[in-house]
């Protein structure tokens, strides 16, 4: 690399000068010289030519002095690594100079050498000085790219680290979440795109700080659609604890925001959620110039699966076994044990519940009318019908109830 430098100084033989002493260094291509008369001079070079690597300024001179240069160079944004030099009985102005911001300082008259080897020095300060600019500039470009996937706390963890941050792909346990809103189409179709922009907008950014609350990874948004992901690109090691917990508070938070938007007359979908653990061949897929982090497989298959069969049953939230038996604590009730596309075996589903609504005498009832359909008990169909009966809004009750009048058994279903 050429350093370019900027000579400030009033003296006619100076340019000559410089150029006969750095001769050699200049036809090697290791520095190249610009020269100004005096700081007023300077600046215009400057501006004209920001690739400049240093400038080298005489304190005595016409219209702009040295140290008035010096302080105009240290109020700029790109600032210039300064050499002052003045005559050795000017310590006053020298010791200013460095107070103000200068590298180094020479004493007239120039020493060639020594000024080459201050020269080189202050190269070098400039060059570390630039990477180091460009290593924070790339972990902030880094830091803003991965905020948008990914919680405050682990993006910063993560742009730390470089390019050893785990983004590499490879396989990997998660629990991952997909989201989808009922109606979403039609609501596009009819909604004036002012309304629809601030609606989307308020939705996407509520569901993301809840993700990022439970330090998820969202993997992708497409829409109203939102992908999520526990265990990746860091290890958590309660990360199907963390799905669940995540999944009720957005349910929680979907829904307070159907009811603000219903009350100004906006009939707004109820979010459907689905979640399954499992391997999955996680990483950034974007190559070189897209970051693209997300993850591919059955378990990501299977979670959207899950979320789309919250249609047939009637409920909003369906998760795996595999998700409720690692998960600490979990309290749902079992859905059945779904055919689901793409799938050869069944997968045994549950409705995660709260702890109140899991302490209900419903679920009591709903347990015991489950429990007789997975032994074959004909008393099911009256435990479901009694059930419904008293809780005509339960809709998963409801949907065995329908199953049973329309002749199946057990708790096997093939949902289309």
Request: charged letters at 25%; glycine letters at 8%; proline letters at 3%.
């Amino acid at each position: 690399m050429t350093a370019t430098i900027l000579f400030v100084d009033d003296e006619p033989d100076l340019e000559a000068l410089v150029l006969q002493k750095f001769r050699r260094q200049i036809r090697d291509g290791a520095v190249s010289f610009m020269f100004a008369h005096d700081g007023v001079e300077a600046l215009e070079s400057l501006a004209q030519n920001p690739h400049v690597d240093m400038v080298v300024s005489d304190i005595n001179m016409p219209r702009m002095d040295g140290l008035s240069l010096l302080e105009k160079l240290q109020e700029a944004e790109d600032k210039k690594s300064t050499i002052i030099v003045s005559a050795y009985g000017d310590m006053s102005n020298i010791r200013t100079a460095m107070n103000r911001g200068a590298f180094d300082f020479l004493t007239k008259p120039i020493d060639f050498a020594d000024l080459e080897t201050t020269i080189q020095k202050t190269i070098r300060h400039v060059e570390v000085l630039r990477e180091a600019q460009r290593r924070q500039a790339e972990a902030e470009r880094a830091h803003a790219s991965l905020s948008r996937y990914f919680s405050p706390e682990i993006a910063r963890r993560l742009a730390a680290h470089g390019e050893s941050n785990g983004m590499e792909v490879q396989w990997r346990e998660i629990a991952t979440i997909f989201t989808d809103i009922t109606g979403f189409t039609t609501l596009v179709e009819s909604a004036v795109p002012e309304t629809l922009g601030e609606l989307l907008n308020e939705y996407v950014g509520g569901m993301t700080e809840i993700v990022f609350e439970h330090e998820g990874t969202v993997a992708k948004i497409i829409g109203d659609a939102i992908q999520i992901l526990f265990n990746a690109p860091g290890d958590q090691p309660d990360f199907a604890t963390r799905a669940v917990a995540c999944v009720h508070d957005l349910d929680a938070w979907a829904e307070g925001f159907r009811e603000r938007w219903k009350v100004r007359g906006v009939n707004f979908g109820a979010t459907r959620i689905g979640a399954h653990a499992g391997p999955a061949l996680v990483g950034n897929f974007g190559g070189n110039r897209f970051f693209d982090y997300t993850a591919y497989g059955d378990t990501v298959n299977t979670a959207a699966r899950l979320e789309a069969a919250n249609k047939h049953l009637g409920t909003r939230i369906c998760v795996s076994a595999s998700v409720a038996k690692a998960a600490e604590n979990f309290q749902g009730r079992p859905v059945g044990d779904l055919m689901l596309r793409g799938r050869s075996e069944p997968l045994r589903a549950f409705e995660p519940l709260k702890a109140q609504e899991f302490d209900a005498p419903a679920t009591a009832l709903y347990s015991e009318a489950f429990a007789k359909l997975e032994s074959g008990d004909v008393a099911a169909m009256p435990a479901f019908a009694a059930l419904v009966g008293m809780h005509a809004d339960d809709a998963l009750a409801g949907f065995h109830l329908r199953r049973l009048l329309n002749g199946a058994k057990g708790v096997r279903m093939q949902l289309e």
